[in-house]
């Protein structure tokens, strides 16, 4: 099926289908897609196209875009912020990498030096994609290990620049070959050096572009107020870019991620993120299903061993640079673990420097298609093994003799207030309720996974150790057996869900107090049997509303009571609404009866107080 409509079909039919099985099974939907591509591609289904070549070039654009988004987040104020960590553990990866994997390169496989270094370059390289996919799921993004996961990332994306630059060098007077993706390139019969003078000057072209056309141009269309035509702006903004970068032979995605980094401090960043997010995720998730679809298993079944030895080859050089930075700076078994397996893998960014290199002829085809399967490869096991990890290390291995020394070393007595309340997530939630419990003398334990904010509230005398709260053996070890009250607080809210399940099948006789991000989740736990739930906004939203009530002119004293009327018949019509949220008619009808009856309850109080006041 070749047509465009019957592939976008094709595609799109095969992600409904595996990625919600891959969620349902806690695989991840990275993991989903890779599948999916495995399924429909050219050596399994055979529904898409034979050359995955093309399949990749075509749908890279969801890398493309992801890329521009990660240089938009990156505010060059915050970044000079991370710069100690980012040139620190990114300089120790990537050079640490080169290095292993060249000598390897050069006296293990008797390459010579230019093919050695060059497939160094693209293996040091991990997968934005899927790293950045993973931690956003796992609600890692703002933890210590996600903060150094991304900081590694970021110092790949910036050595992409120098690394395509080298590379021309190291081929001397050579011309470029008219073959793979530059075969459309200016640059096609040109001397090598040429590539390394117009990446420069793209480079330059693009920064000039962006500071001084763009950002006047989206100026000029906000204030049209035509949402579509900002939206057909962004998108032909990252087009623009790519197709540029495509004419000079360099890699859009590089070319999309300095224009994010260009535009990161103008004034409608996340007017632009807001409007380019949902292609990119869609996108992103049809170039992981392309991937799958480029794994030769023809290649695989011809030299299965040297496949399979380069895979795990060089997933170990990796892994033990890797392990190295973990060790330097001290962090505990779980994050070593997650910070070694989530960047273990080859990236998107090696297909790039692979073309590059077999365009220059370093590479020869038989090498080039190695690589490509290789880099494929090492992408799908990922997700993989970071089920595995979840699923059997941690939970035989990780924090548990940690924690239990920590508990032990704060010597809590069971028969005192201390240990009776536990707190898991220490965001404005879980940070309010303890100052509130400290500032009456009562105690508590707070787990967290963020380890940097562990150790800035440990500093200020907080209760809090460092853990994933939804680990049966940690809980144990910080007393849920003993404790009274647990304060279930985490994020995301999918997350916070499966502490309480866990919880309530462990630890019965705990009192859970749940904080829920809205009415929808507010549902879901009442449903599920909790007697109560704890909103985020709720209390503060009653808090404003009665706040513009005293400006309104009601008394203080009126004023608070409708307060009160309003969150005790809120929170009775939200047990009766919650038996049928699933239904959209009875709920819609429901919700619609229960806030007459609280407007009656706020109209009859009115009434009583304003009899009263005129008596």
Known sequence: ????????????????????????????????????????????????????TDIMHATEFGVVMMLFLVGLELDPKEFWKMKSKIINLGGMQVLGTILIATLVGVFALEMNFPRALSIAFAITMSSTAIIMQTLNEKGLTKTGIGKSTFSVLLFQDIMVIPILAIIPLLVGDSLIQSIGDDSKSLLVGGPAFM????????????????????????????????REIFTAS??????????????????????????????????????????????????LGIFFIAVGSTINFKLIGDKPLMILGLTFGIMLIKSLVLLLIGIKHKFNFDQKMLFILLLSQVGEFAFVILSLTKNLDILNKEWYDLMLATT??????????????????????????????????????????????????????GNTISRVLKSSGIKSIVLDNDSERVEKMRKQGFNVFYGDATNVNLLKSAGAEKAKYFVAALDPPEINQKLVTILRKNFPHLEIFVRAKNRSYAYNYLKDGLNEVYRENFFSSVYVGRQILLKYGFSYEDASKIGEIFIKSDRKSLRKIAKLAENSDQYFEASKQEFEKQMKMVAKEIKIQNDADSE
């Open 376 to 429: 494929a490869l090492t992408m799908v096991i990922t997700p993989l093994l970071l089920v595995l990890n979840e699923k059997l290390i941690l939970k035989y291995f990780g924090v548990k003799r940690k924690v239990e020394q920590v508990v032990e070393n704060d010597k809590i007595n069971p028969n005192s207030a201390d240990g009776q309340i536990i707190i898991a997530g220490f965001g404005d939630f």
């Open 195 to 226: 590539k390394t003078l117009v990446i420069v000057g793209a480079i330059t072209l693009i920064y000039f572009i962006a500071r001084y056309i763009i950002t006047p141009y989206f100026k000029y269309v906000g204030q049209l107020q035509v």
């Open 1 to 52: 099926m070749n047509d465009f409509l019957g592939q976008a079909f094709i595609f799109l039919f095969s992600a409904v289908v595996c990625v919600p099985i891959s969620k349902k099974l806690g695989m991840g939907s990275v993991l989903g897609y890779l599948i999916a591509g495995v399924l429909i591609g050219p050596y399994v289904l055979k529904f898409v196209g034979n050359d995955g």
């Open 234 to 283: 962004a998108l032909l903004l990252v087009i623009g870019v790519s197709i540029l970068m495509q004419k000079v032979g360099i890699s859009p995605a590089l070319g999309a991620f300095i224009a994010g980094v260009v535009l990161a401090n103008n004034e409608y960043k996340h007017q632009l993120e807001s409007d380019i997010e949902p292609f990119k995720s869609l996108l």
